[in-house]
């Protein structure tokens, strides 16, 4: 479970999120959406501690996360994976090598324990025969999911995923968005994903939380999405025409 | 002068990082080694081509300034060696893989930082700053000697070709001012030009990718600052070293 409690971060003197509290629950795919610009990868970055809050709590179950300091983060890092928008994959090293990095550098497993390792979290994406191949040569959807397998490759307890469909179609999105679910109810971890695609959002979200100009404006599941009051938030939901013409009567 | 203070005491605070003790020696090694590869190996072609012509021209000019009869020929051999262990081997060698290291550092990092690369090994709880900037430094402190040894050899060989080719002094003469009056130290004082060289090099470059914000626009500006930057530190500390270690 991570636990955010009042949470400040600005940039220059600018108030990017204002007072954001809320608990991301374990075994569930938590998603935090809203528009382009609302403060979501801000929130999603000051969580793992990529920036650094002004005022508030991160809680890792127990543990006061940002109070620590780079070395004490360490051990909270290494249960930490986490899906980058553009992927994130080293470009010098190969699939093979990319997932194959956090084993290098935190374990003491053999040679062979490690390449098993690696072709299990491959094989589990759906990676197959790819191994030698650097990720300029793989599509969008492949280093998406080679990033997902380097993400669990030290089994995470977090799963934190930065718009993981963003470029991709929509059957590549629906195939990550499945997987990013099973893996977290797979490895009961506590997942929690960025995005603005209500494919998603009606596909994965068990636990949903809408920012808007960085406050949460809402909190629910994606069987109550659809029948909220908050009008910022049906903005948001019902903004292209499929989507106003499936909106309920009543609303 | 705010600024440009706050660019110093980012700069130190990222050496600070960077020579933190490593997470897996193993794994820094492995690097090193590439690295050694990518910065060292791969400017060998660049640095006998430059320094077999500058020793070339060297000669040239020197035979045609030195005409007057009263001048020993062999002064034209001595004055290439000098030339070349003085000032060329180090210091122009330097200023040429300022452009060609540097800016492949600044580039490969910046290129790192904007793709959410460094982000994604500072998740996993990598000193991204040691990991990436260390081998580099260490690569090229030990590599840029030895860079600046193959230019001394290619110089001098290079001024001789020229000399005895274009027949403004014969190959005798050439060989005998090489060996007049040579001071063992001047080496060495090439060599430590070098060392602290390759350290600006390496670590301004390093700084100037490590703390790319925005796209490929600024990528390319902090190459290029890599290259202004490391340059004129190199000419500033050719001035401040040549004082301090041949007065």
Same mark, same amino acid.
């Given at each position: ?182 893996? +977290?109810?797979?490895?009961?971890? +506590?997942?929690?994903?960025? +995005? ?52 309920? +009567?009543?609303? | ?247």
């Amino acid at each position: 479970m991570i636990c955010v409690k009042n949470l400040n971060k600005s940039f220059n003197g600018n108030l990017v999120l204002d007072n954001i509290s809320v608990t991301f629950e374990t075994g569930k795919t938590n998603l935090i959406i809203g528009r382009s610009g609302s403060g979501k990868t801000v929130l999603l970055k000051s969580i793992v501690g990529l920036h650094e809050i002004e005022a508030g709590e991160i809680w890792y179950e127990n543990i006061l996360f940002n109070k620590l300091n780079f070395s004490d983060r360490k051990e909270i890092r290494s249960e930490i994976g986490m899906l980058f928008q553009g992927s994130a994959l080293f470009d010098s090293l190969t699939v093979e090598q990319n997932v194959r990095f956090p084993l290098d550098m935190f374990t003491d497993k053999s040679n062979e324990e490690k390449i098993d390792r690696v072709n299990f979290c491959l094989n589990r994406v759906n990676i197959i025969n790819a191994n030698n191949l650097f990720p300029s040569e793989l599509s969008g959807g492949m280093k998406k999911r080679v990033a997902i397998a380097r993400a669990i490759a030290l089994n995470p307890k977090y799963l934190f995923c930065d718009e993981p469909n963003s470029g991709l179609d929509p059957i590549t999105a629906i195939l990550i968005d499945a997987l990013i679910k099973e893996l +977290t109810e797979e490895y009961s971890m +506590t997942t929690i994903v960025n +995005t603005h695609d209500m494919n998603s959002v009606m596909e994965i979200g068990e636990k949903i939380i809408f920012i808007s100009e960085g406050l949460k404006c809402w909190e629910g599941n994606k069987n109550e999405i659809l029948n909220s009051d908050c009008e910022t938030l049906n903005d948001f939901v019902f903004a292209n025409s499929l989507a106003k013409k499936l909106r309920p +009567t009543s609303k | 002068m705010i600024k440009f203070l706050t660019h110093i005491g980012n700069y130190f605070l990222l050496l600070k990082k960077v020579f933190s003790k490593p997470e897996k020696p193993s794994i820094y090694y492995r690097q090193t080694m590439r690295e050694f590869v990518y910065l060292g190996l791969s400017s060998i072609g660049i640095i006998v081509i430059i320094s077999f012509f500058m020793g070339a021209v060297i000669t040239l000019q020197t035979a045609y300034n030195t005409e007057n009869p009263i001048y020993p020929k062999y002064l034209i051999g001595l004055g290439c060696r000098d030339s070349i262990i003085l000032e060329f081997s180090s210091t122009v060698a330097a200023l040429i893989l300022a452009g060609k290291v540097g800016s492949n550092i600044a580039s490969e990092i910046g290129t790192m930082r904007v793709t959410e690369q460094i982000d994604a090994l500072e998740i996993m709880g990598v000193n991204s700053a040691s990991y990436l900037i260390l081998p580099k430094i260490i690569a090229t402190l030990l590599f840029n000697p030895i860079l600046t040894l193959i230019g001394i050899i290619v110089g001098i060989f290079g001024g001789w070709i020229a000399g005895t080719l274009s027949g403004v002094i014969t190959s005798e003469n050439f060989i005998y001012g090489i060996q007049y009056a040579f001071i063992p130290y001047y080496i060495t004082y090439s060599l430590i030009k070098t060392v602290f060289f390759a350290f600006i090099i390496t670590s301004v470059s390093a700084f100037q990718g490590y703390f790319v914000d925005g796209g490929s626009l600024e990528v390319g500006r902090a190459s290029t600052k890599a290259v202004v930057y490391s340059s004129v530190l190199i000419l500033m500390f050719n001035v401040i070293l040549t004082q301090i270690l041949l007065s």
